[in-house]
Nanobody
Framework: QVQLVESGGGLVQAGGSLRLSCAASGSIFSINVMGWYRQAPGKQRELVAGISGASTYADSVKGRFTISRDNAKNTVALQMNSLKPEDTAVYYC???????????????WGQGTQVTVSS
């Protein structure tokens, strides 16, 4: 059973910083893309940042957020700087995982962590 466990959310004032971390555990053969999504109340879940070899960012976070990955530890992190009230959302870790060399890629999600930015 593969699990993604997030940590690092919380309450911060506008202009502040937070760092989110996510660790994948369980029977893992390989991980392809890892990333972060967010969902604000009443809105659809959206991609914030993703990383495989290269990284990609939503336009709204470019220059403020940085995604990083440690392949040896199966972890991914999101450094969020210059936070804005509109960044308030539940942030979800996401990964494409193979549990065996012959298995298909499976998409896994973490449980989500709340990020609240006050003005």
């Amino acid at each position: 059973q593969v699990q993604l466990v997030e940590s690092g959310g919380g309450l911060v004032q506008a202009g502040g910083s937070l760092r989110l971390s996510c660790a994948a555990s369980g029977s893992i053969f390989s991980i392809n893309v890892m990333g972060w999504y967010r969902q604000a109340p009443g809105k659809q879940r959206e991609l914030v940042a993703g990383i495989s070899g290269a990284s990609t960012y939503a336009d709204s976070v470019k220059g403020r957020f940085t995604i990083s990955r440690d392949n040896a530890k199966n972890t991914v992190a999101l450094q969020m700087n210059s936070l804005k009230p509109e960044d308030t959302a539940v942030y979800y870790c996401n990964a494409q995982i193979k549990v065996k060399s012959w298995s298909s890629w499976e998409t896994k999600w973490g449980q989500g962590t709340q990020v609240t930015v006050s003005s």
